[in-house]
C-alpha cells in the first residue's frame, strides 16, 4: 500500500475473473467447488477497493456464451448468485456499496432476477464503491442492443443519422452511468478480452496474472495497481506531449 500513488489510482478497475473451473480442479475437486472460493475473491477484492479509495468496480462474473456450459454447472451458477446476493448485499449496503448489474439479465431465472432487483433497490441510495457485476452479459449483445435504441430513435425523429457519435453510441450501452475502464485486469494467464466491454476499454491498460481467480487477493489488486502506475497513459499522443501539458 505504501508504494501506491493515491492521487494516481484509476477511477474504474474492470476485472475478468477466469480460473475458478481450473482451480478447483487443481485442487481433486468439482467445478462448483472453484466458483464458491472466487466469491471469497469477490468480497476481499471489493473490500481492498473500497479501502483503496476506487470509486468503480465491474466484474465479469456469466458471459452469455457460458449459458452453453454443462447444465449442472450452469444450474449451481445460477444459485450461488442467488445465495450470494442474500448475504453479501447486507454486508454491501453497511459499507455503503451501490450495487449494479448489467447484461442480459432476461435470460436469468425467475429468482435470480428477483434477488438481483432487490439487491440493487437495498443499496440504491450509497454513495461508496458503485459495483458493477456483468451478468449474462457479453459486449456484441450489448452493441447490437444500442444500435437497436439509436435506430428506433431515429426513425421516431428523435435523432437524425448526422448526430449519431461516439457518444450517442455510449449513452445507448448499459454503462452509460459510469466512466470507461482506465484498468481491465485479466486473472488465470488467459491473453484474451473474451467479448467484454470491447467498446469502453479502447483505452484502457491492460493486465493479466497467472494467479487463479481464487486465489486474487489485494496484494494482487496492489500488484496491478502499482503496474498500472508505472506505464504512461497518452491517449495517442507523443510522451513530449503529454510532459509539456
Same mark, same amino acid.
Given at each position: 500500500?505504501?508504494?501506491?500513488?493515491?492521487?494516481?489510482?484509476?477511477?474504474?478497475?474492470?476485472?475478468?475473473?477466469?480460473?475458478?473451473?481450473?482451480?478447483?480442479?487443481?485442487?481433486?475437486?468439482?467445478?462448483? $467447488?472453484?466458483?464458491?472460493?472466487?466469491?471469497?475473491?469477490?468480497?476481499?477484492?471489493?473490500?481492498?477497493?473500497?479501502?483503496?479509495?476506487?470509486k468503480?468496480?465491474?466484474?465479469?462474473? $456469466?458471459?452469455t456464451?457460458?449459458?452453453?456450459?454443462?447444465?449442472?454447472?450452469?444450474?449451481?451458477?445460477m444459485?450461488?448468485?442467488?445465495?450470494?446476493?442474500?448475504?453479501?448485499?447486507?454486508?454491501?449496503?453497511?459499507?455503503?456499496?451501490?450495487?449494479?448489474?448489467?447484461?442480459?439479465?432476461?435470460?436469468?431465472?425467475?429468482?435470480?432476477?428477483?434477488?438481483?432487483?432487490?439487491?440493487?433497490?437495498?443499496?440504491?441510495q450509497?454513495?461508496?464503491?458503485?459495483?458493477?457485476i456483468?451478468?449474462?452479459?457479453?459486449?456484441?449483445w450489448?452493441?447490437?442492443?444500442?444500435?437497436?435504441?439509436?435506430?428506433?430513435?431515429?426513425?421516431?425523429?428523435?435523432?437524425?443519422?448526422?448526430?449519431?457519435?461516439?457518444?450517442? /453510441?455510449?449513452?445507448?450501452?448499459?454503462?452509460?452511468?459510469?466512466?470507461?475502464?482506465? /484498468?481491465?485486469?485479466?486473472?488465470?494467464?488467459?491473453?484474451?478480452?473474451?467479448?467484454?466491454?470491447?467498446?469502453?476499454?479502447?483505452?484502457?491498460?491492460?493486465?493479466?496474472?497467472?494467479?487463479?481467480?481464487?486465489? $486474487?487477493?489485494?496484494?494482487?489488486?496492489?500488484?496491478a495497481?502499482?503496474?498500472?502506475?508505472?506505464?504512461?497513459?497518452?491517449?495517442?499522443?507523443?510522451?513530449?506531449?503529454?510532459?509539456?501539458?
Open positions: 500500500m505504501e508504494n501506491l500513488d493515491l492521487h494516481k489510482l484509476p477511477k474504474h478497475i474492470a476485472i475478468i475473473m477466469d480460473g475458478n473451473g481450473r482451480w478447483a480442479q487443481e485442487q481433486g475437486q468439482d467445478r462448483l $467447488f472453484g466458483h464458491y472460493e472466487g466469491v471469497v475473491s469477490v468480497r476481499k477484492v471489493v473490500e481492498a477497493a473500497t479501502e483503496i479509495g476506487i468503480y468496480l465491474t466484474l465479469y462474473a $456469466f458471459s456464451e457460458n449459458w452453453d456450459r454443462p447444465e449442472t454447472e450452469v444450474n449451481g451458477l444459485s450461488l448468485f442467488v445465495d450470494t446476493i442474500a448475504k453479501e448485499v447486507p454486508d454491501l449496503h453497511k459499507n455503503n456499496i451501490k450495487l449494479h448489474f448489467i447484461g442480459n439479465l432476461a435470460l436469468l431465472p425467475e429468482e435470480a432476477q428477483k434477488a438481483l432487483a432487490a439487491g440493487m433497490e437495498q443499496t440504491a450509497n454513495t461508496g464503491l458503485e459495483l458493477i456483468a451478468l449474462s452479459y457479453s459486449s456484441r450489448e452493441l447490437a442492443e444500442a444500435a437497436k435504441k439509436i435506430a428506433l430513435q431515429v426513425q421516431n425523429g428523435l435523432l437524425t443519422i448526422d448526430q449519431i457519435t461516439e457518444a450517442t /453510441l455510449s449513452k445507448n450501452l448499459t454503462t452509460s452511468d459510469f466512466p470507461d475502464p482506465e /484498468l481491465l485486469i485479466r486473472t488465470s494467464g488467459e491473453f484474451r478480452i473474451s467479448n467484454f466491454l470491447l467498446f469502453q476499454i479502447a483505452y484502457a491498460e491492460l493486465y493479466f496474472t497467472n494467479t487463479r481467480w481464487p486465489n $486474487f487477493r489485494k496484494k494482487d489488486l496492489i500488484d495497481l502499482l503496474d498500472y502506475q508505472s506505464r504512461e497513459r497518452r491517449f495517442g499522443k507523443t510522451s513530449q506531449q503529454i510532459t509539456s501539458n
